[in-house]
C-alpha cells in the first residue's frame, strides 16, 4: 500500500512506493519539478528556482489515488506527481533511457554475416523495424543495409530518417573515390590503417554512413575492428598503457589549402563512471606530440601497444562491401580501413556522410515512445 510521511523538519517526504519500497524526495527538488513550473507545449521548464527559499517546506503531503499531493508553507499552491513519475524519478535512480544500449564487444572472429542487417525498404516504411535496428547497431557499433537503391543520395535517404546530417569541411557527404590532387588519403588508392576520422574536430562525428556504390577493383576490402574490445583488452593487459592513453591528450589535425582543424584528445574517452565511451585513433592525423620530453618514452610504448593492437588479426574483421550495400558504424567505437586497390582494374565509389550519436539516440527514444503508445492503444 502506498503511503507519505513528513521529515521532521518538513523539508523532504518520504514515500512508500507501490512496489514495496521508500524514497526520500527532497522538498526543493519536489518544488523544482512540480508540474504547474513547465510550459505545457514545449515542456521546458519556467519555473525560477532562486524565486522560492532555499530552504523551503511542506505544510502537508498525501497521496490521493495514483497522485502525491503536497501543499506549500509559503506558497498558495498544490503540486501533484502521479506515483509512476515518483518511481521514474526517485533521487539517485538514473531515468530509464530506450537509447542507453549496453554494448556487446566483437573481435577479430566476427563475420560479416554475423552483424545486424536489414533492407533499406524496410528501414525507410517501418518505424518498427527501424528501432529494431538502430539498438542492435548500437550493441555492435557495426552493421549493414541491404537492398540500396542505384541513386548517388540514398544513402542521404536512409541517414535522414534517422536523423540530420553533420556537415564537416568535407561537406554534407563525401566521395570515397580515388581522385587527383587528394586532401586526404581516404581519395587515394592507397591502404588505409584502421582509424577513426577525424579526431581532429572539437566533437568527432558519431555513426557514419558509408554506401557503396560500385567496388569493381582488384583490392580494396574493408576493415574493421571493436575499439571498445581493444580498449577493454588493453586496461587488463598493460594498465599503465591504458591510463596514459586515457589521461594524455595529444594533438591531431588536419590542414589543407582552405582548412586548418586541430584540437588536443586522448585517444581513450572515459565518461564519467570510468567506463570506456569514446576511442579516438588516428594515425594519419596525430599531429606532432607536444608533451614534455620526460613523458614521451613512456606515451609512445603507449601508442605504439595500441597501435599494433589494431594491426593484429585477432581484432581486425575483413570483409568487402557489395555495390548495394551500405555500412552503418559509430565512428567514436568502430576503427575502420581498407586495403589498397588497383583502379585500373574497376570502379570503386562509396558516399559517405555521418548523423551524430545524439540525433541517433533521439531517434531511438522517440521510435520507442511511439511503439509503447501503440502497445497502449
Not at 156 to 170: H, S
Request: proline share 5%; aromatic share 10%.
Amino acid at each position: 500500500m502506498t503511503s507519505v510521511s513528513l521529515r521532521g523538519d518538513h523539508r523532504a517526504v518520504s514515500v512508500r512506493l507501490p512496489n514495496g519500497t521508500y524514497a526520500d524526495f527532497p522538498a526543493l527538488f519536489l518544488r523544482d519539478n512540480c508540474a504547474t513550473g513547465f510550459h505545457p507545449q514545449t515542456l521546458e521548464r519556467e519555473f525560477d528556482l532562486t524565486s522560492v527559499p532555499a530552504g523551503i517546506s511542506i505544510s502537508s503531503a498525501e497521496i490521493e489515488g495514483n497522485e502525491l499531493v503536497i501543499s506549500w508553507a509559503t506558497e498558495d499552491l498544490q503540486s501533484r506527481y502521479t506515483l509512476d513519475w515518483l518511481c521514474a524519478h526517485t533521487p539517485g535512480k538514473t531515468m530509464t533511457d530506450p537509447a542507453s544500449v549496453e554494448p556487446i564487444v566483437w573481435r577479430g572472429d566476427l563475420q560479416k554475416n554475423d552483424l545486424p542487417r536489414a533492407a533499406a525498404s524496410d528501414l525507410l516504411s517501418n518505424d518498427a523495424a527501424l528501432l529494431e535496428f538502430l539498438i542492435a547497431t548500437k550493441k555492435t557499433g557495426l552493421a549493414i543495409v541491404e537492398g540500396m537503391a542505384d541513386d548517388v543520395d540514398a544513402g542521404m535517404t536512409v541517414a535522414r530518417r534517422i536523423g540530420f546530417l553533420r556537415e564537416t569541411n568535407f561537406g554534407v557527404t563525401f566521395e570515397v573515390m580515388s581522385k587527383p590532387n587528394p586532401n586526404n588519403l581516404a581519395y587515394t588508392s592507397h591502404a588505409l590503417p584502421l582509424h577513426t576520422d577525424l579526431p581532429n574536430q572539437e566533437l568527432a562525428p558519431g555513426f557514419q554512413f558509408l554506401h557503396c556504390l560500385a567496388n569493381e577493383a582488384q583490392g580494396g576490402g574493408s576493415t574493421f575492428a571493436d575499439g571498445f574490445a581493444i580498449a577493454e583488452d588493453l586496461k587488463t593487459l598493460d594498465r599503465e598503457a591504458f591510463d596514459l592513453l586515457a589521461k594524455t591528450p595529444i594533438p591531431f589535425r588536419f590542414q589543407d589549402g582552405e582548412y586548418d582543424i586541430r584540437k588536443h584528445h586522448t585517444v581513450i574517452q572515459l565518461d564519467h563512471f570510468g567506463t570506456v565511451s569514446e576511442v579516438r585513433f588516428n594515425a594519419h592525423i596525430a599531429s606532432v606530440f607536444d608533451m614534455p620530453a620526460d613523458q614521451m618514452d613512456a606515451y609512445y610504448r603507449a601508442y605504439r601497444t595500441i597501435m599494433a593492437m589494431t594491426r593484429d588479426p585477432a581484432y581486425v574483421m575483413t570483409t568487402k562491401l557489395n555495390g548495394g550495400e551500405m555500412v552503418i558504424f559509430d565512428n567514436r567505437r568502430a576503427l575502420h580501413g581498407r586495403a589498397a586497390f588497383d583502379p585500373s582494374t574497376g570502379f570503386r565509389h562509396l558516399r559517405g556522410c555521418y548523423v551524430d550519436r545524439g540525433e541517433f539516440d533521439s531517434r531511438i527514444r522517440v521510435l520507442a515512445r511511439g511503439v509503447e503508445a501503440a502497445k497502449a492503444a
